[in-house]
């Protein structure tokens, strides 16, 4: 019996040649077809088999192996046996390694076109062997697809493929490789594609089972850390993952063999983009005011790569004249974000810092488990530095003055908002000294430099003189902050026009030259002589901030309507800013000059140069829009609406094509709420923005093009609207449930138009048919029709059918039935019916369908009052046993005279019953309230109904009022327990309404009241205080496959009143905004406090165990103690995690007197991850005494935080002093 091997893949190749010579034997010269394989008409290849020891006895002359195919070309027919081409060759134990035994190897040549055959041995003397079945082999698959995923948890390498079913259904595992180049050299062509695929560390992967889905597509997820490196020449270089260049290939197998390896997938890197500082950032320094030695360090959030969001900070801080005493601080970034820091900032504290040294911080962010994946020659771009000095000791003589400060222009001037954006001045508060004018006898007297600021210079700019004059204004409004502080005025572009002339660069008397795009000043001292004999600290002030000298006008912007939320509309407006620096040898482009009515910011007088486009782009910080109607008759007609921040964050790539914008430019979105009075249906506004630092601002942008302020339309309902007539004025309507992309309900009605002789509809011919309210609001809206019947709930699946009496039609005349629409959004007004569906023409019957003797006919006068209910009073409606039964308070109807018998009568109907004939006269009482008449409709057959007015006079009743609740039975006696959040003791109540008059009370409300144990026993209580009310809140509605559950399911805390260490007993009522239930029964009484079950344990079996590490020092060790899991604070029944605990450990000496005196107090708290503390260290113990230490533990901020012993306790004795 001959068995297939799963041999070496020299055997498995698909050619004579190459199995040929792996079996020891010369390539044969013919071709790899054989006399049967040809009959059968196909390709036949070399495959490996074993022979059994008997078979390997016989001598090779006297055994042949034959082969039959398993499909048959004709039912019933019999395949014949071939005779096998066969060669000897010594095998390969595959999972051994070594050669196999007992037995003889031999490579049979079988034809490969059949998709199974059998094989055989056979002996001359007649002698035949079971048959042993043979699949062809597998085709290499095509070479997956490969890439890299990164997300804060780590890097998996996201690995997928498509395989041909057909082809491979033999197939059922399959393998991966992974070529790891250590170097990150891409792969070339040719040979040095080869050469460095030798250079490449290959890693193969376990195989896993392989079953393909319909379309033969398999993927597969690899951590990046089941890489390796070691064991080969690339692992001991050492090098970093981000520096690997990887390419992928697989190969498939059946249990026998495997295919050929695919080819390798597109190389791909592990390599992730380091955290980076948005363009323009900086690191900002400042000292604690108060605090000596202490610096505040705040920076913006740095930049994470797509798909991460977690970055940690490296803050660094060292003296430049001692580098090597640098101080360190890592702050993870939930931390770095928080303790007041400003939004989009972090935020840092340095401490111990000398006084008067200049000290260098460095802030270095990075990926908390990605560190490795990160290039090194990416770590200088993504740190901020910034330099600054410490205030000395000396006296104020001895200090330097303060840097120059830039201030908003006083009101007098226009102020930031109104400054003319052309104007590149600066209006500062600097030191008294550096300002001839003001200067005065005041010694030393220094003077104001200033020097360009370009990242893109490696060295910083050469200093240059500054004038400085006293601000001109009032007094008031030039009011320094400080004594020995002024405020003046700075021309930057006199000083740009005058450090252009004194270049040398060859440029013209009066040639103008712009001012750069950032500067930044610093005061020097003016005599140099005066140096002599002073401090250097002296000399010169610390450089100011870097200030933005103008900034340019953003392109023209656009602004479209967006779905902010459910009923909510905002307009986007998008506009583009600049990213990069413009170039030194840029052309100066020219203002975006716009006439005054048409919007556009005041041209620049003559002799002042031209920015170019996008200057100051990349350092706004704020940025405004401003709008107004479209049409040049509302050119004065403008409204600025208040500036807002400009988020980096949030600035994208503009999409391809955009305005033809380079990849240079970024996109950014501002928003603007539209609402009344501003924005009105159906008018087009146009917008302009444009961006500042809240110095200055850029000159307003174009208008946009004109956006029209609409509400979404609603789509008309599939399939349309289908009317079906039913005689006795009553028709059948069918339709979709429609929706609104506002995500609002939707008022739908239905018209009957009269239809003329022309086709066309009559004039004043429309009559109200029904009008119903869809979408989230659940109950329709009463008008001219009602619902009667409803069936399928799910009107987005099922089209709803309506039936509805229809009056005052005239026979025999045509009419259409229109579906009219409007969603319940007022944001721009009331919202107006547009009509969505509509039927053909018909012709209302002339005979009336007669049921009981009568027609039954159904109208309505919209002349009459409708009902309005009133809500009852809480005193009344607790204090009157009228109000214990079922009744509504409505209000007198408007016209008519007040009297025991007025001409209408009230009639009413139980919801859902609304039918001609299930009207009837409502039992009424006149009620003064206030002085104000009204109505006590009682008692009434139902819990929740309608009301309507009937005329008898005139035989017709108006139209029906909302739905009113009659009556509700109070709930039950609710079940109040005390339950821990992470943060807080809350109390949860709860109670289940079951009730058929539950289901009308969309709303409940709960009242607690303080109460103290009774005197004397018993286990009664008393109250201690008197009832809170708190505020209404709607009933939690649980629906399943069978029925909806209504239930009362609230929590309090500290912030509704509740007092800790109180006890407190509620009590619950239901109803809506008008009726309410009695109160409950009030509920056991439950204590405000941390429950019992939430304390923690020190379990069992754990003690305080004393380790000795010195004579005088002990190491105390516990086990954790245990504590259940917190709830959600609005969800007692979702688990949290477990609440923080704070830890103090007492050590106090045994006195011989007895009694004890405290030695010392440890106090321990939870670390950060949540993981609690094991041990303490206790030192200055004193030798040969004896020592007591206790455990307790507390809340951190839960209850009272009152310390509770833990039990575990340890008494021991120091050893003696030698």
Same mark, same amino acid.
């Given at each position: 019996?001959?068995?297939?091997?799963?041999?070496?893949?020299?055997?498995?190749?698909?050619?004579?040649?190459?199995?040929?010579?792996?079996?020891?034997?010369?390539?044969?010269?013919?071709?790899?077809?054989?006399?049967?394989?040809?009959?059968?008409?196909?390709?036949?290849?070399?495959?490996?088999?074993?022979?059994?020891?008997?078979?390997?006895?016989?001598?090779?002359?006297?055994?042949?192996?034959?082969?039959?195919?398993?499909?048959?070309?004709?039912?019933?027919?019999?395949?014949?046996?071939?005779?096998?081409?066969?060669?000897?060759?010594?095998?390969?134990?595959?999972?051994?390694?070594?050669?196999?035994?007992?037995?003889?190897?031999?490579?049979?040549?079988?034809?490969?076109?059949?998709?199974?055959?059998?094989?055989?041995?056979?002996?001359?003397?007649?002698?035949?062997?079971?048959?042993?079945?043979?699949?062809?082999?597998?085709?290499?698959?095509?070479?997956?697809?490969?890439?890299?995923?990164?997300?804060?948890?780590?890097?998996?390498?996201?690995?997928?493929?498509?395989?041909?079913?057909?082809?491979?259904?033999?197939?059922?595992?399959?393998?991966?490789?992974?070529?790891?180049?250590?170097?990150?050299?891409?792969?070339?062509?040719?040979?040095?594609?080869?050469?460095?695929?030798?250079?490449?560390?290959?890693?193969?992967?376990?195989?896993?089972?392989?079953?393909?889905?319909?379309?033969?597509?398999?993927?597969?997820?690899?951590?990046?850390?089941?890489?390796?490196?070691?064991?080969?020449?690339?692992?001991?270089?050492?090098?970093?993952?981000?520096?690997?260049?990887?390419?992928?290939?697989?190969?498939?197998?059946?249990?026998?063999?495997?295919?050929?390896?695919?080819?390798?997938?597109?190389?791909?890197?592990?390599?992730?983009?380091?955290?980076?500082?948005?363009?323009?950032?900086?690191?900002?320094?400042?000292?604690?005011?108060?605090?000596?030695?202490?610096?505040?360090?705040?920076?913006?959030?740095?930049?994470?790569?797509?798909?991460?969001?977690?970055?940690?900070?490296?803050?660094?801080?060292?003296?430049?004249?001692?580098?090597?005493?640098?101080?360190?601080?890592?702050?993870?970034?939930?931390?770095?974000?928080?303790?007041?820091?400003?939004?989009?900032?972090?935020?840092?504290?340095?401490?111990?810092?000398?006084?008067?040294?200049?000290?260098?911080?460095?802030?270095?962010?990075?990926?908390?488990?990605?560190?490795?994946?990160?290039?090194?020659?990416?770590?200088?771009?993504?740190?901020?530095?910034?330099?600054?000095?410490?205030?000395?000791?000396?006296?104020?003589?001895?200090?330097?003055?303060?840097?120059?400060?830039?201030?908003?222009?006083?009101?007098?001037?226009?102020?930031?908002?109104?400054?003319?954006?052309?104007?590149?001045?600066?209006?500062?508060?600097?030191?008294?000294?550096?300002?001839?004018?003001?200067?005065?006898?005041?010694?030393?007297?220094?003077?104001?430099?200033?020097?360009?600021?370009?990242?893109?210079?490696?060295?910083?700019?050469?200093?240059?003189?500054?004038?400085?004059?006293?601000?001109?204004?009032?007094?008031?409004?030039?009011?320094?902050?400080?004594?020995?502080?002024?405020?003046?005025?700075?021309?930057?572009?006199?000083?740009?026009?005058?450090?252009?002339?004194?270049?040398?660069?060859?440029?013209?008397?009066?040639?103008?030259?712009?001012?750069?795009?950032?500067?930044?000043?610093?005061?020097?001292?003016?005599?140099?002589?005066?140096?002599?004999?002073?401090?250097?600290?002296?000399?010169?002030?610390?450089?100011?901030?870097?200030?933005?000298?103008?900034?340019?006008?953003?392109?023209?912007?656009?602004?479209?309507?967006?779905?902010?939320?459910?009923?909510?509309?905002?307009?986007?407006?998008?506009?583009? %800013?600049?990213?990069?620096?413009? /170039? #030194? !040898?840029?052309?100066?482009?020219? +203002?975006? &000059?716009?006439?005054? *009515?048409? =919007?556009?910011?005041?041209?620049?007088?003559?002799?002042?140069?031209?920015?170019?486009?996008?200057?100051?782009?990349?350092?706004?910080?704020?940025?405004?829009?401003?709008?107004?109607?479209?049409?040049?008759?509302?050119?004065?007609?403008?409204?600025?609406?208040?500036?807002?921040?400009?988020?980096?964050?949030?600035?994208?790539?503009?999409?391809?094509?955009?305005?033809?914008?380079?990849?240079?430019?970024?996109?950014?979105?501002?928003?603007?709420?539209?609402?009344?009075?501003?924005?009105?249906?159906?008018?087009?506004?146009?917008?302009?923005?444009?961006?500042?630092?809240?110095?200055?601002?850029?000159?307003?942008?174009?208008?946009?093009?004109?956006?029209?302020?609409?509400?979404?339309?609603?789509?008309?309902?599939?399939?349309? %609207?289908?009317?079906?007539?039913? /005689? #006795? !004025?009553?028709?059948?309507?069918? +339709?979709? &449930?429609?929706?609104? *992309?506002? =995500?609002?309900?939707?008022?739908?009605?239905?018209?009957?138009?009269?239809?003329?002789?022309?086709?066309?509809?009559?004039?004043?011919?429309?009559?109200?048919?029904?009008?119903?309210?869809?979408?989230?609001?659940?109950?329709?809206?009463?008008?001219?029709?009602?619902?009667?019947?409803?069936?399928?709930?799910?009107?987005?699946?099922?089209?709803?059918?309506?039936?509805?009496?229809?009056?005052?039609?005239?026979?025999?005349?045509?009419?259409?039935?229109?579906?009219?629409?409007?969603?319940?959004?007022?944001?721009?007004?009331?919202?107006?019916?547009?009509?969505?569906?509509?039927?053909?023409?018909?012709?209302?019957?002339?005979?009336?369908?007669?049921?009981?003797?009568?027609?039954?006919?159904?109208?309505?006068?919209?002349?009459?009052?409708?009902?309005?209910?009133?809500?009852?009073?809480?005193?009344?409606?607790?204090?009157?046993?009228?109000?214990?039964?079922?009744?509504?308070?409505?209000?007198?109807?408007?016209?008519?005279?007040?009297?025991?018998?007025?001409?209408?009568?009230?009639?009413?109907?139980?919801?859902?019953?609304?039918?001609?004939?299930?009207?009837?006269?409502?039992?009424?009482?006149?009620?003064?309230?206030?002085?104000?008449?009204?109505?006590?409709?009682?008692?009434?057959?139902?819990?929740?109904?309608?009301?309507?007015?009937?005329?008898?006079?005139?035989?017709?009743?108006?139209?029906?009022?909302?739905?009113?609740?009659?009556?509700?039975?109070?709930?039950?006696?609710?079940?109040?327990?005390?339950?821990?959040?992470?943060?807080?003791?809350?109390?949860?109540?709860?109670?289940?309404?079951?009730?058929?008059?539950?289901?009308?009370?969309?709303?409940?409300?709960?009242?607690?009241?303080?109460?103290?144990?009774?005197?004397?026993?018993?286990?009664?209580?008393?109250?201690?205080?008197?009832?809170?009310?708190?505020?209404?809140?709607?009933?939690?509605?649980?629906?399943?496959?069978?029925?909806?559950?209504?239930?009362?399911?609230?929590?309090?805390?500290?912030?509704?009143?509740?007092?800790?260490?109180?006890?407190?007993?509620?009590?619950?009522?239901?109803?809506?905004?008008?009726?309410?239930?009695?109160?409950?029964?009030?509920?056991?009484?439950?204590?405000?406090?941390?429950?019992?079950?939430?304390?923690?344990?020190?379990?069992?079996?754990?003690?305080?165990?004393?380790?000795?590490?010195?004579?005088?020092?002990?190491?105390?060790?516990?086990?954790?103690?245990?504590?259940?899991?917190?709830?959600?604070?609005?969800?007692?029944?979702?688990?949290?995690?477990?609440?923080?605990?704070?830890?103090?450990?007492?050590?106090?000496?045994?006195?011989?007197?007895?009694?004890?005196?405290?030695?010392?107090?440890?106090?321990?708290?939870?670390?950060?991850?949540?993981?609690?503390?094991?041990?303490?260290?206790?030192?200055?113990?004193?030798?040969?005494?004896?020592?007591?230490?206790?455990?307790?533990?507390?809340?951190?901020?839960?209850?009272?935080?009152?310390?509770?012993?833990?039990?575990?306790?340890?008494?021991?004795?120091?050893?003696?002093?030698?």
């Amino acid at each position: 019996l001959p068995s297939q091997l799963r041999g070496p893949t020299t055997f498995a190749a698909a050619s004579a040649a190459s199995a040929a010579a792996a079996a020891g034997a010369e390539p044969s010269a013919e071709p790899t077809t054989v006399e049967a394989a040809q009959e059968e008409g196909g390709a036949a290849a070399w495959f490996p088999f074993w022979l059994p020891a008997d078979a390997a006895r016989w001598p090779e002359a006297s055994v042949f192996c034959e082969w039959q195919p398993t499909a048959f070309a004709a039912p019933g027919a019999e395949a014949r046996w071939h005779l096998a081409q066969t060669q000897r060759a010594p095998m390969q134990n595959v999972d051994q390694h070594g050669p196999l035994q007992g037995g003889v190897g031999v490579c049979l040549l079988l034809p490969v076109s059949h998709e199974q055959v059998l094989v055989r041995c056979r002996h001359i003397a007649g002698l035949v062997g079971a048959p042993a079945a043979l699949r062809p082999a597998l085709a290499a698959p095509p070479a997956p697809s490969a890439s890299a995923r990164v997300a804060d948890d780590g890097v998996q390498l996201l690995l997928a493929g498509r395989l041909d079913v057909a082809a491979c259904r033999q197939a059922d595992r399959c393998q991966l490789a992974v070529s790891i180049l250590p170097q990150g050299e891409p792969a070339g062509g040719g040979g040095e594609a080869a050469a460095c695929e030798e250079a490449a560390v290959v890693q193969e992967f376990d195989a896993w089972s392989l079953s393909l889905p319909a379309g033969g597509e398999w993927q597969r997820r690899i951590p990046a850390e089941e890489l390796s490196l070691n064991g080969n020449s690339a692992g001991e270089t050492g090098v970093a993952p981000s520096k690997w260049l990887l390419r992928v290939r697989a190969r498939l197998g059946d249990g026998l063999r495997w295919s050929p390896w695919s080819d390798l997938s597109a190389p791909f890197s592990l390599a992730v983009a380091p955290p980076r500082p948005p363009p323009g950032a900086s690191l900002v320094v400042r000292e604690v005011r108060g605090r000596f030695g202490v610096a505040e360090v705040s920076w913006p959030h740095f930049v994470a790569a797509p798909g991460l969001g977690q970055v940690d900070y490296l803050v660094g801080v060292a003296p430049t004249a001692c580098p090597d005493d640098a101080l360190e601080q890592f702050l993870p970034g939930a931390l770095a974000g928080a303790d007041g820091a400003e939004e989009g900032h972090c935020r840092a504290t340095l401490q111990r810092l000398q006084p008067g040294l200049e000290y260098v911080v460095s802030v270095v962010a990075s990926y908390p488990k990605l560190g490795r994946y990160c290039g090194e020659e990416d770590s200088g771009s993504s740190a901020l530095c910034a330099s600054f000095t410490t205030s000395g000791i000396d006296a104020a003589e001895f200090e330097p003055p303060p840097p120059p400060t830039q201030l908003v222009p006083p009101k007098s001037h226009g102020g930031a908002d109104r400054r003319a954006p052309w104007g590149w001045d600066f209006w500062l508060e600097v030191d008294r000294r550096a300002v001839p004018e003001l200067r005065g006898g005041t010694l030393p007297a220094y003077k104001a430099e200033w020097r360009p600021v370009d990242e893109r210079t490696t060295s910083p700019s050469a200093w240059s003189p500054a004038k400085l004059a006293p601000a001109p204004g009032p007094a008031a409004e030039l009011a320094a902050s400080a004594p020995g502080l002024a405020v003046c005025r700075l021309d930057m572009l006199a000083q740009a026009q005058s450090a252009g002339r004194t270049s040398g660069s060859g440029e013209g008397e009066g040639e103008m030259r712009a001012p750069p795009e950032r500067v930044e000043l610093r005061l020097e001292m003016a005599d140099a002589g005066a140096k002599v004999g002073t401090t250097p600290r002296l000399w010169r002030s610390c450089a100011s901030t870097q200030w933005v000298t103008g900034f340019a006008a953003t392109p023209k912007p656009r602004a479209e309507l967006r779905m902010a939320a459910a009923g909510k509309l905002q307009v986007a407006v998008r506009f583009a %800013l600049s990213s990069s620096a413009p /170039g #030194a !040898g840029q052309a100066l482009a020219e +203002w975006q &000059r716009v006439e005054l *009515a048409g =919007g556009g910011g005041m041209p620049p007088p003559p002799g002042h140069p031209d920015v170019p486009d996008g200057y100051g782009h990349r350092f706004a910080q704020r940025l405004q829009l401003r709008h107004r109607l479209a049409g040049d008759q509302h050119a004065g007609a403008v409204r600025e609406l208040v500036s807002s921040p400009l988020v980096r964050e949030t600035l994208l790539q503009p999409r391809e094509g955009e305005d033809g914008l380079s990849c240079d430019w970024l996109m950014a979105t501002a928003h603007v709420d539209v609402s009344q009075p501003r924005f009105k249906e159906g008018e087009k506004h146009i917008f302009a923005v444009r961006i500042g630092d809240g110095f200055r601002w850029s000159a307003w942008s174009v208008f946009s093009k004109p956006l029209q302020v609409t509400l979404p339309p609603i789509e008309p309902p599939i399939g349309g %609207l289908e009317v079906a007539l039913q /005689g #006795a !004025g009553r028709v059948s309507c069918r +339709w979709r &449930r429609m929706q609104s *992309a506002l =995500g609002v309900p939707v008022e739908c009605g239905i018209w009957a138009v009269e239809v003329g002789p022309d086709d066309k509809d009559v004039r004043d011919g429309r009559q109200l048919v029904l009008l119903q309210t869809e979408g989230p609001c659940s109950e329709g809206c009463g008008g001219a029709g009602e619902a009667d019947e409803a069936d399928g709930a799910d009107g987005a699946s099922e089209p709803r059918c309506v039936v509805a009496t229809v009056g005052s039609l005239e026979p025999q005349r045509r009419y259409r039935f229109a579906l009219l629409a409007r969603p319940m959004c007022f944001m721009l007004g009331p919202p107006t019916f547009s009509e969505v569906a509509s039927t053909e023409p018909v012709v209302w019957p002339g005979d009336t369908l007669a049921v009981g003797g009568s027609a039954i006919v159904a109208l309505e006068s919209w002349d009459l009052p409708v009902p309005s209910p009133l809500p009852v009073p809480d005193a009344l409606e607790s204090g009157s046993v009228r109000w214990r039964g079922r009744a509504v308070l409505l209000a007198w109807p408007k016209g008519v005279v007040v009297s025991e018998d007025p001409p209408l009568e009230l009639q009413a109907c139980a919801s859902g019953h609304q039918t001609p004939e299930c009207w009837a006269a409502a039992p009424w009482s006149l009620l003064r309230l206030q002085e104000r008449p009204c109505i006590v409709a009682g008692p009434l057959p139902f819990f929740q109904g309608r009301f309507r007015w009937y005329s008898r006079d005139r035989r017709i009743a108006g139209p029906r009022g909302d739905a009113c609740l009659a009556y509700a039975d109070p709930p039950p006696e609710p079940y109040a327990y005390a339950f821990c959040s992470t943060i807080a003791v809350r109390v949860h109540v709860w109670a289940s309404l079951g009730h058929e008059s539950h289901r009308c009370t969309p709303y409940c409300q709960v009242r607690f009241q303080r109460v103290d144990d009774a005197s004397g026993g018993g286990g009664g209580v008393v109250p201690a205080g008197d009832w809170v009310v708190c505020a209404e809140a709607e009933v939690e509605c649980l629906r399943d496959a069978s029925e909806a559950r209504f239930q009362v399911s609230l929590t309090f805390g500290e912030e509704d009143g509740l007092e800790l260490k109180g006890k407190y007993v509620f009590s619950a009522r239901v109803g809506d905004r008008c009726r309410r239930s009695q109160w409950s029964y009030n509920s056991p009484p439950v204590t405000f406090d941390v429950p019992e079950s939430m304390l923690p344990q020190a379990g069992a079996g754990n003690e305080l165990q004393v380790e000795a590490l010195a004579t005088s020092s002990v190491r105390f060790w516990w086990r954790e103690l245990s504590l259940p899991r917190a709830a959600e604070a609005r969800r007692p029944e979702a688990a949290s995690r477990a609440p923080a605990l704070e830890y103090r450990m007492d050590v106090s000496r045994c006195l011989d007197s007895g009694g004890i005196e405290r030695h010392a107090t440890i106090l321990l708290e939870d670390n950060e991850n949540g993981s609690r503390p094991f041990d303490a260290t206790v030192h200055g113990l004193l030798p040969g005494c004896r020592y007591f230490a206790a455990l307790a533990c507390r809340f951190a901020r839960l209850g009272g935080r009152e310390w509770r012993k833990t039990g575990l306790t340890a008494a021991f004795e120091t050893p003696r002093a030698p």
